[in-house]
């Protein structure tokens, strides 16, 4: 009877040891979802109001908003670089579309701490071609082939209060640049990187993104729609500047949800 329960005791401690490395195994990896905001001054973005008003006293509303981010990478604290690759790496976020404002990969990354995410706000050159897409509402990002070809990195269209209170059309488009004489291209896509600091596991792989709209017109270049205008696809010099505040646009934050 001794060895029978010995041999029990032993069996049963055996399988207490596989079930614990089977659930061990189970949360090695986890399936991050990335959930994109749009603020305005720490307030959601309300769209078609024009209740907003920039550092250059300019009033503005904005109408739509649609963009690419692409190349997401996450850095694990052991300094590993895990990269996104579902999908091509690209993804569309348009507020129009809510199911766009969330992205759940395919992707399995190690479970963990994390120092940092980054990615391309746009589409690198190597991928940003004409014929990428075919269908929309991707499509319907094409940058026209006589300025360069490809797709916008970002529209955002609405309206601002001019002098005079006319109101204006604006469309914030950036693309591909080119000089004056159309001989040059310029890219214009760039990389982001944020800190994280954060655990991923199973029920802990939410990453908020969040778009402060209010930065891409105030530092390091002041925007003021008076002076440059509503339209800036053409316009390589507002475009860069329209990029070099954009590296300060967002911000990302740890959530709390499971993908399933």
Same mark, same amino acid.
């Given at each position: ?37 749009? $603020? ?80 391309? =706000? ?24 006589? @300025? ?7 529209? @955002?269209?609405?309206? +601002? ?10 469309? =914030? ?11 040059? =291209? ?25 778009? $402060? ?9 002041? +925007?003021? +729609? ?7 696809? @053409? $316009? ?25």
């Amino acid at each position: 009877m001794k060895k029978l329960l010995y041999l029990l005791g032993s069996g049963l401690i055996g399988m207490m040891l596989i079930i614990s490395s089977c659930r061990k195994d189970e949360v090695k990896s986890v399936s991050p979802q990335l959930v994109f905001q749009h $603020n305005v001054d720490g307030a959601t973005l309300q769209r078609g109001v024009m209740n907003y008003t920039n550092l250059a006293g300019n009033l503005y509303q904005v109408d739509e908003l649609q963009y690419f981010i692409s190349e997401i990478t996450l850095r694990k604290a052991d300094g590993q670089l895990i990269k996104i690759s579902s999908d091509s790496s690209i993804h569309y976020i348009d507020v129009d579309i809510p199911s766009s404002l969330v992205w759940n990969p395919k992707d399995q990354v190690p479970s963990g701490d994390y120092t940092s995410i980054s990615f391309v =706000f746009g589409i690198n050159e190597a991928k940003n071609k004409s014929g990428l897409f075919v269908n929309p509402p991707e499509r319907d990002m094409f940058w026209p082939d006589i @300025m360069g070809g490809g797709y916008h990195c970002m529209k @955002m269209n609405g309206k +601002w209060k001019a002098t005079g209170d006319v109101i204006q059309p604006f469309n =914030f488009h950036i693309g591909m640049g080119m000089n004056m004489a159309g001989t040059e =291209f310029y890219q214009n896509y760039f990389t982001v990187t944020l800190p994280l600091n954060i655990q991923l596991y199973e029920t802990h792989n939410k990453i908020d993104i969040t778009m $402060n709209i209010e930065k891409w017109f105030a530092a390091p270049n002041l +925007w003021d +729609w008076n002076v440059i205008g509503g339209q800036i696809m @053409m $316009n390589q010099e507002a475009m860069h500047k329209a990029c070099q505040n954009g590296a300060n646009v967002f911000q990302v934050s740890p959530g709390i949800r499971t993908n399933n």
